[in-house]
């Protein structure tokens, strides 16, 4: 016992200014796996006094790290709260790349809106699906929850996404998953999005069934669909 607090406190006491950069980006992998936002925020930090570009801090720190904790959560090593304190440190980083990756004109990896459908007002796993996504680089806009056909119209229309996401976590609120895709069909506009569908009732059959992209077990699944269908419509669209 005496030695694992020994070494609490030399991790505690590492001056992340004096590691090299290799190093550090090292350091702030472990520091998002612990979910250590001050530290997340510090090595960030440092890492634009050095003259890092925005784009590459966001990169090869945090979506790289987050990376690494989307891994383990899939694994099952990581669980939930441990992943939201991962996601939190993110954030802290992020909020300090993102007015910068604005300036430089810097393009996310692509946009997704999500938001958990009418009648349904979980949100914890949108919530962490939603952190995840922006954790790999995408622009999320997060719609909030108990949404109607309306909510997604407005906002593919605002905003024009490359991802729409569905949350529900009741099976009464699963059906209304159908009711938002068949009225992008009856508006001529399903086929320009991916309609991604999640939530601990579902599965993939369900997805296939109402005509969703994919369906989307967990967050870190979330993350890597994503990233392969939104690869595939940008080099369909050329």
Request: aromatic share 4%.
């Amino acid at each position: 016992m005496a030695e694992n607090q020994e070494v609490e406190v030399d991790d505690e006491d590492i001056d992340l200014s004096a590691l090299p950069d290799d190093e550090l980006v090292e350091q702030m992998h472990d520091d998002l796996y612990d979910g250590l936002r001050e530290e997340i925020v510090e090595g960030t930090n440092i890492l634009l006094e050095r003259g890092w570009s925005p784009e590459k801090v966001l990169a090869d720190a945090l979506v790289e790290g987050m990376r690494i904790v989307g891994i383990d959560f899939r694994d099952g090593i990581l669980f939930v709260p441990e992943v939201l304190l991962s996601a939190n440190a993110m954030k802290g980083g992020m909020g300090i790349l993102r007015p910068l990756l604005v300036e430089t004109g810097a393009k996310p990896v692509g946009k997704m809106i999500i938001g958990t459908v009418k009648g349904d007002i979980h949100d914890i796993g949108k919530n962490l699906v939603s952190m995840m996504m922006e954790g790999a680089g995408f622009e999320v806009v997060d719609l909030g929850i108990n949404n109607p056909v309306e909510n997604y119209l407005e906002a593919i229309e605002e905003h024009r996404p490359d991802i729409v996401g569905m949350s529900a976590l009741l099976t009464t609120t699963m059906p209304y998953m159908k009711v938002v895709i068949d009225t992008m069909k009856e508006q001529g506009i399903r086929d320009n999005y991916i309609v991604l569908v999640g939530g601990a009732p579902l599965n993939e059959e369900f997805g296939e069934a109402i005509g969703a992209d994919a369906y989307c077990r967990d967050a870190a699944m979330a993350v890597e669909t994503a990233r392969k269908l939104v690869d595939a419509k940008q080099a369909a669209d050329g």
